[in-house]
């Protein structure tokens, strides 16, 4: 299929049911239509021809009955990762779940035990501290190191987590949401040995890892070595690379066949029963079809994050939108305004008409900062942008240029 795809097409989901758009009209009823939301991480573009026209013609011949994984669905997936991240993936090692969040609640229930510990590098996705509290566990706060917008992971901390012994679990974000960190293979290495050592089980959420800005390189944290390979669970999905949240379809890959039966077992305790017929289909249309539109996908990404920069550098004094390395989802440093938690989502949505996800949901270190998404078209992220410059200007105008 042609180049030519529109990324500049913008379909209002007012009415919709979308999280993003329902919550923005909640929190300001009387919004123009040419304002979208910036939060949740789902894109506002139009899905890629080739998965829309498969999609039709499948429903042309399908029956939406109860429909489990298909050949042609574990092929793609493994054809797939093959091709973009040199991961040799085996058919029976991929569960299917209806979230990689689901799989995150599905994998601390099976592994560990009530008030047992969980390791996470904060700030991050906040459904990490959830599926660990919803379930009894402990959170375990290994905060990353942060220094002029760059994030680096505090070793010495996570080595003296991961030996006391009530610690059985890193869950691992991979590209790091909300910071976009792609983490160097030697960072990884280094994660994996301290596991391995102290005995850890991890989960590997990798659903970002496909979107990577030019010049950086994902590595599939249990393609490292055989040994880790067996105490890893890596989560992935086509959900975020090609706008497909709706389908409930994710690939977790399990190689370690008795971690695999646990994390099966529980999925039977909760009834977490995967019968997505389009799911799979359009997962299959992804990776199959659509690679060309995604590879043309992240252009706009890196256009949009550079855009970004560009204006807080020109407009703004002491605030900062580093470069992100992976997801499409830029970490913007408001700090300096001396807002805390509700008090900057209250100046960015009532002053600005501005609606990103609240660092403060991040856990504590992200309080002072939005997460941008990006995955939209680039004139809206240029008049949010100008939205914002002109609400900080009147209010705040030391801070500006």
């Not at 906040?126 to 990353?144: E, H, M």
């Not at 030996?163 to 869950?171: A, P, S």
């Not at 596991?195 to 994902?218: Q, R, T």
């Not at 992804?286 to 252009?299: D, G, H, I, T, V």
Request: glycine content about 6%; overall charge negative; aromatic content about 12%.
């Amino acid at each position: 299929m042609s180049e030519n795809y529109d990324f500049e097409t913008l379909l209002s989901r007012k009415g919709q049911g979308s999280f993003k758009w329902e919550a923005m009209y909640r929190e300001v009823p009387n919004l123009s239509d040419d304002i979208v939301p910036f939060s949740v991480a789902d894109m506002e573009l139009k899905i890629a021809p080739e998965i829309r026209e498969g999609l039709k013609k499948y429903i042309d011949e399908a029956i939406l009955g109860y429909t489990g994984a298909t050949d042609k669905y574990y092929e793609a997936v493994i054809s797939w990762m093959k091709r973009r991240h040199n991961f040799e993936v085996e058919k029976d090692w991929i569960v299917c779940t209806g979230g990689v969040v689901a799989a995150l609640y599905t994998g601390v229930k099976s592994y560990l035990q009530e008030d047992e510990g969980v390791i996470i590098f904060t700030p991050v996705y906040y459904p990490f501290y959830n599926a660990i509290k919803s379930s009894n566990r402990k959170i375990v706060d290994c905060g990353l190191i942060e220094t002029d917008g760059y994030y680096e992971i505090d070793f010495e901390k996570f080595e003296e987590f991961a030996k006391d012994e009530n610690n059985k679990m890193l869950i691992l974000c991979s590209p790091h949401n909300p910071v976009g960190r792609v983490w160097k293979r030697e960072e990884l290495e280094k994660i994996g040995k301290i596991a391995l050592e102290n005995n850890l089980i991890i989960i590997s959420d990798e659903i970002h890892c496909d979107i990577l800005m030019p010049g950086f390189k994902h590595t599939v944290l249990q393609t490292l070595s055989d040994e880790l390979a067996e105490i890893t669970v890596t989560c992935t999905a086509p959900t975020k690379s090609f706008n497909l949240a709706g389908i409930g379809v994710s690939n977790i890959i399990i190689k370690n066949k008795k971690l695999r039966k646990q994390f099966e077992a529980q999925m039977t305790k909760d009834g977490s029963h995967v019968f997505a017929a389009l799911g799979f289909k359009a997962c299959e249309l992804a990776y199959n079809e659509a690679e060309e539109w995604f590879n043309q996908f992240l252009k706009l990404v890196d256009k949009n994050q550079k855009l970004v920069k560009q204006f807080f550098e020109e407009k703004f004094i002491g605030f900062k939108a580093p470069l992100i390395e992976g997801t499409y989802l830029q970490w913007l440093d408001f700090r300096a305004l001396g807002l805390k938690g509700e008090e900057l989502k209250a100046f960015m949505t009532k002053k600005a008409n501005a609606f990103f996800n609240e660092g403060y949901i991040f856990g504590k270190a992200g309080s002072g900062f939005e997460r941008i998404n990006l995955a939209v078209p680039t004139r809206y992220i240029e008049a949010v942008l100008e939205r914002i410059y002109n609400a900080i200007k009147k209010e705040y105008p030391k801070f500006c240029k």
